[in-house]
């Protein structure tokens, strides 16, 4: 879907961004960046300008990727270690280069937002039991 006039009317696009899943998008320095996975179960940060032309960022994941945010500067995508279970977090200032962060515990971190002070991530542990955590050192 995309909007050209501030939310008020959508129209279905004909072509996606990838042969997959989007889990999460967000807008920062000027693009759309678009997170997910393809049929292949390769995961992806999709990156546009306009919206319709899209360039795929997949070789910094090995993880999943489920959510992606932007605020202040920073990209954050939340996702999980495929080996290990244990919950990740990627930081970009660019939505280019991108620095991993492995929580230690074994759940999937979904979505990630920015308050005045922090970042806040919540995710699922065994699909039951919720989880939230809050950045300590502002701004990641």
Do not use: H, M
Not at 36 to 46: K, N
Not at 63 to 87: A, H, K, M
Not at 100 to 110: E, G, R, S, V
Request: hydrophobic share 45%; proline share 1%; net charge negative.
């Amino acid at each position: 879907l995309a909007s050209d006039n501030l939310g008020v009317n959508w129209a279905a696009k004909t072509s996606d961004p990838v042969a997959g899943v989007i889990n999460g998008i967000a807008y920062g320095n000027g693009r759309w960046f678009a997170a997910g996975w393809d049929v292949a179960t390769d995961y992806f940060i999709e990156t546009s300008a306009d919206g319709n032309t899209w360039d795929e960022n997949a070789s910094a994941f090995t993880d999943t990727v489920e959510g992606v945010s932007y605020d202040s500067g920073i990209f954050v995508v939340t996702g999980q270690e495929l080996t290990t279970n244990l919950g990740t977090i990627w930081v970009s200032f660019d939505g280019l280069t991108w620095l991993k962060i492995t929580n230690l515990k074994a759940f999937k971190l979904q979505l990630a937002c920015a308050g005045s002070t922090c970042w806040v991530a919540i995710g699922l542990a065994d699909g039951a039991d919720a989880y939230v955590l809050k950045s300590l050192n502002f701004p990641y």
